[in-house]
């Protein structure tokens, strides 16, 4: 199992991949929309492309309770156990 | 009489010939082919295995964030607005002193962003629908270029996308003409764009024996008027003009190029892609864009043709320019298209924007691979650079596209400011 920290630097890099945050922005107390202004495209996008990197499923109506990055952290982990 | 006159005050340009105006407009001067071998993969089982792609990658111009966001026909769009926006002086967004509210748009584009369309259909056929991008609507819907150029210059007076295959682009410098002429905006960002080298698009218009297969002699495929031109060239790029009241560029001392003088619209209403033979459409556009500049058929000292280089085309255009300028028009005619390719939505906005340098430096550049000229055409083509005279000039770009459209557009170096020789 991966850390903590390893999921967040993974989620980190597709962050800044889709978005342009900087990966080192990206810590589990941010916001994704306050905090990082990660527009809902882009959220859909990073969803996906964490399924695809973690080999989860997120669905869409669990997709959008992960506010901040330590969420979305947090299912993956659950996720992935 | 008194009429709000317009005029140029900002190019950008990104094509086959070079990332910008000026290497654009040196490539023509210099007689300079765009047109190369795809070395793509999947060129190799087509028919047709040559294209004129951009001579920069607009993705590696732009942010790579804002890249991947856009369709490339969107990529080639903002480059070559943004660097027409800065030609014209103005800053962007923040530091734009234009009111908003009177800035308008119109970017057109012949196919839009069907490169999307395939490759988001390809994902959702390997991997589900999930797989999708949540950006390919707004990626590939024809309004995409246009409506990224209001984002990023703040542009509120109306964005407009008209889409009339390869006569698009004139069509929006048409309706930019308007816009100002109406009172509806000060100030208009016009032109084309396109980018489908794909092999889709390719093997349609090869199917439709639309396109020249000199596969083995790319830079001497698009031969406007030789005996033996065979079709059309794909090209991808765009041009973008931004366009001012006289007042509004006078009273912000903007350097100007010329005046757009006017534009005439018709439909052949003859056949969905082959012209009607008889050019009376085709004239007619060019006299009703007379008529618009108030200028006389003996005024106009260039023509810019559309000709793409196909056998019919190419000829029914000479008839209808002398139709409409007069049997003895002393016009100089060139096709650029020769050099750049087809830029089919783009093609029109490329051709306006060479048309008026060609008048702003009294330069016409040539049209290149007319070894063997079709006989009897009646019209002086520049086989190489010719110049034009002192004095107050006034030239002509046509656009044609499947669906019977012609766009004639006619500029003038009135007004001009700066640089002018």
Not at chain 2, 68 to 88: I, K, N, P
Not at chain 2, 151 to 163: C, E, K
């Amino acid at each position: 199992m991966p850390t903590t920290e390893e999921v967040r630097a993974d989620l980190a890099e597709i962050v800044n991949e889709v978005a342009g945050v900087p990966a080192d922005d990206v810590q589990l107390d941010k916001s994704f929309t306050d905090d990082l202004d990660v527009d809902s495209l882009s959220m859909v996008e990073i969803i996906y492309a964490a399924e695809e990197k973690f080999g989860v499923s997120i669905p869409d109506e669990e997709a959008k309770n992960l506010k901040t990055v330590g969420d979305a952290v947090a299912y993956i982990e659950r996720a992935a156990a | 009489m008194s009429r709000i006159r317009v005029v140029v005050t900002g190019l950008g340009a990104t094509t086959p010939l070079g990332g910008d105006v000026a290497s654009t407009w040196d490539g023509l001067l210099a007689g300079k082919s765009g047109v190369r071998k795809i070395e793509a993969d999947w060129a190799t089982d087509l028919p047709v295995q040559i294209a004129a792609q951009a001579a920069v990658d607009p993705a590696e111009i732009l942010e790579r964030v804002e890249a991947r966001r856009l369709d490339r026909s969107a990529q080639l769009a903002v480059v070559a607005a943004l660097e027409a926006w800065q030609d014209a002086g103005y800053g962007l967004r923040e530091e734009n002193p234009v009111d908003r509210e009177r800035l308008g748009v119109a970017i057109a584009t012949g196919i839009g962003g069907m490169v999307t369309l395939l490759s988001n259909w390809d994902i959702q056929k390997e991997k589900g629908a999930r797989r999708v991008s949540p950006l390919a609507i707004p990626m590939l819907m024809a309004n995409a270029s246009a409506a990224n150029v209001s984002l990023r210059l703040g542009a509120r007076a109306g964005v407009h996308t008209p889409v009339s295959a390869c006569a698009s682009s004139n069509e929006s410098i048409s309706l930019g003409l308007d816009m100002l002429r109406l009172g509806r905006a000060d100030v208009a960002v016009v032109g084309g764009t396109e980018g489908v080298i794909h092999p889709l698009p390719i093997a349609s218009f090869a199917q439709m024996q639309a396109m020249s297969r000199r596969n083995d002699e790319p830079e001497r495929a698009s031969r406007p008027w030789d005996v033996d031109r065979d079709g059309f060239v794909l090209a991808e790029g765009a041009a973008i003009l931004v366009i001012e009241t006289l007042e509004h560029a006078r009273a912000r001392g903007a350097r100007i190029y010329g005046e757009l003088a006017g534009a005439g619209i018709t439909a052949d209403a003859h056949d969905m892609v082959q012209p009607d033979p008889t050019g009376a459409s085709q004239a007619l556009a060019m006299t009703k864009a007379l008529r618009e500049s108030e200028l006389a058929p003996g005024d106009i000292v260039h023509v810019n043709a559309h000709a793409t280089s196909t056998p019919q085309g190419d000829v029914t255009e000479a008839g209808s320019i002398r139709q409409s300028l007069g049997e003895h028009t002393e016009a100089i005619v060139t096709a650029t298209k020769s050099m750049t390719g087809h830029l089919l939505g783009g093609a029109g906005a490329l051709e306006s924007l060479s048309t008026l340098l060609a008048l702003y430096h009294r330069t016409v550049p040539p049209t290149i691979n007319l070894d063997n000229p079709e006989p009897d055409l009646g019209i002086d083509i520049a086989s190489k650079v010719r110049d034009l005279p002192s004095g107050d000039l006034a030239g002509i770009n046509n656009s044609f596209g499947f669906g019977g459209h012609n766009v004639a557009v006619a500029f003038t170096n009135a007004y001009a400011t700066g640089g002018s020789t």
